[in-house]
């Protein structure tokens, strides 16, 4: 039997459902398609204010996409620190940040080709 994989944009609607549930901070997302040699197709980026609001974002995340979509992400990273988490759903690559590490990397610019849309601007 082939198992139904979901589609990316049913993924991204979840990931973002997961975030608006715990008031994830200015939530964008990076279209990544256009660009050659990019190792998934979209990024989703947001912060938490706190480690603990970071990982209760992942948490969210987690269990919003696992309930809906049967999914688990492939690979996360950075939990443990709950500064910069990483969720690795494939096609679509989510960071968690802490406002000071996102400023600080600033992955928005490093990507500046990508197409980035404003998905979520909770305060």
């Given at each position: 039997?082939?198992?139904?994989?979901?589609?990316?944009e049913?993924?991204?609607?979840?990931?973002?459902?997961?975030?608006?549930?715990?008031?994830?901070?200015?939530?964008?997302?990076?279209?990544?398609?256009?660009?050659?040699?990019?190792?998934?197709?979209?990024?989703?980026?947001?912060?938490?204010?706190?480690?603990t609001?970071?990982?209760?974002?992942?948490?969210?995340?987690?269990?919003?996409?696992?309930?809906?979509?049967?999914?688990?992400?492939?690979?996360?990273e950075?939990?443990?620190?709950?500064?910069?988490?990483?969720?690795?759903?494939?096609?679509?690559?989510?960071?968690?940040?802490?406002?000071?590490?996102?400023?600080?990397?600033?992955?928005?610019?490093?990507?500046?080709?990508?197409?980035?849309?404003?998905?979520?601007?909770?305060?």
């Amino acid at each position: 039997m082939v198992k139904d994989i979901p589609n990316t944009e049913t993924l991204i609607s979840k990931i973002i459902g997961g975030i608006e549930k715990v008031k994830g901070v200015e939530a964008n997302l990076l279209d990544l398609r256009p660009i050659q040699n990019t190792v998934c197709s979209y990024f989703i980026i947001c912060s938490g204010t706190s480690n603990t609001h970071v990982n209760a974002i992942v948490s969210s995340i987690h269990k919003t996409v696992s309930k809906n979509l049967k999914e688990k992400p492939y690979h996360t990273e950075g939990a443990e620190n709950g500064e910069w988490v990483l969720i690795d759903y494939i096609d679509v690559v989510v960071h968690v940040f802490q406002k000071q590490i996102r400023d600080r990397y600033n992955l928005e610019s490093l990507w500046g080709d990508a197409q980035t849309t404003q998905i979520a601007s909770n305060y």
